[in-house]
């Protein structure tokens, strides 16, 4: 089943949220390795490209993730959540979605800032809007590791709150999003 149902989410659904999830809990600490190299060690040249390409593809996955979202209504939250917990869940949504937008916004900014274009994978090469120099480099990369950092603790958030609705509460929340529904 391509789309949602009233109990789970979709193939479609699934199949976008666990790729932006394995996307981004594997960029995160290559870029916090990237920023460890110096310009003579030999991954200088391999790791930022990588890192950069696949932030794009996050970028444009969240951009069909949000707009399948908005086409196909997800299920609706367990009855048995308290008031708080719905609030939540609908809050670190929200978070993730925009974070999944920002950051990689930031990157390309952080990649473009001295007026360079970003190249993706060596096949694409995305033009610099605007150029704002050192300053503004310095700047967004802050912002783009601010963000990374707040977009970890959400997903360890998100995370933590799926494991204790399976296994603790029994609500079957994770099933929902893994597709193997209780019987």
């Known amino acids: 089943m391509w789309r949602n149902s009233a109990s789970a989410y979709g193939l479609t659904a699934r199949l976008l949220h666990w790729s932006i999830a394995?996307?981004?809990?594997?960029?995160?600490?290559?870029?916090?390795?990237?920023?460890?190299l110096d310009y003579y060690d030999p991954g200088y040249r391999l790791w930022p490209g990588l890192h950069r390409g696949f932030g794009v593809v996050v970028g444009l996955l969240a951009l069909v993730r949000i707009g399948w979202a908005i086409a196909d209504r997800a299920p609706p939250l367990a009855a048995t959540l308290k008031p708080w917990e719905k609030l939540g869940a609908h809050a670190g949504h929200g978070l993730l979605y925009l974070a999944t937008l920002l950051i990689p916004l930031s990157g390309y900014l952080?990649?473009?800032?001295k007026g360079d274009p970003a190249e993706l994978f060596g096949l694409i090469s995305l033009p610099a809007l605007w150029s704002g120099g050192e300053q503004?480099?310095?700047f967004?990369?802050?912002?783009?590791?601010?963000?990374?950092w707040g977009t970890l603790?959400?997903?360890?958030?998100?995370?933590?709150?799926?494991?204790?609705?399976?296994f603790l509460d029994r609500d079957g929340t994770l099933a929902r999003m893994t597709g193997r529904l209780p019987r």
Do not use: C, D, R
């Open 22 to 36: 394995v996307l981004i809990l594997g960029l995160i600490p290559l870029g916090w390795y990237i920023t460890t």
């Open 153 to 166: 603790a959400v997903v360890v958030v998100h995370a933590a709150a799926a494991l204790k609705h399976q």
């Open 136 to 138: 503004w480099q310095e």
């Open 140 to 148: 967004v990369a802050g912002l783009h590791e601010t963000l990374a």
């Open 110 to 113: 952080v990649s473009t800032a």
